[in-house]
């Protein structure tokens, strides 16, 4: 049914490559300047339909850090990497001055690569929660995180 609907949104009329992968990892806040003092930092994972062409995205992370997101992979020819920008809505459970709504935007970019002789992915990612000026102040938190994962290859 998924398939079906993504057929019918998409321009291209193929069907959407189902490989989830799943990614385990750590991730830790960016704090460029004074007004940057919340801290989320702990293990983070994550979960993606594909990590090539359209899919979605969804993440846990420490402190109640949850978003899920479109996103589109990349794959750059002839080469092990993968580059992946990604929009979406977060949540997060804990009050922090750079977040005054609990349900900001969130916007990343994760760079990949697939670890030879294994079928591993190792990513880098920046993700970036703002409110897009919905309520002052308006001050976001940015993110970094490295995590490893692995296809989830169900039924085979």
Known sequence: MLLE???MLSNQGESMDWNPHAYMG??????PNKY??????GPTGKFETSPEG???????GPGGLFSLGAQYGYKIPE????ITPSAGMAYVDQPMRELPL??????????GIDIPKTKAKLIAEY??????????????????????????EWGQ
């Open 102 to 111: 609990k349900t900001p935007f969130a916007l990343g970019l994760q760079a």
């Open 5 to 7: 609907l993504y057929n």
């Open 127 to 152: 993700l970036h929660l703002s409110n897009a000026g919905l309520k002052q102040p308006n001050i976001g938190m940015d993110m970094g995180s490295i995590m490893l994962g692995y296809p989830l």
């Open 36 to 41: 940057h003092t919340s801290q989320i930092q």
């Open 54 to 60: 359209l899919g979605a995205s969804a993440r846990v």
């Open 79 to 82: 080469t092990p990497i993968t």
């Open 26 to 31: 750590y991730v830790d806040t960016f704090q």
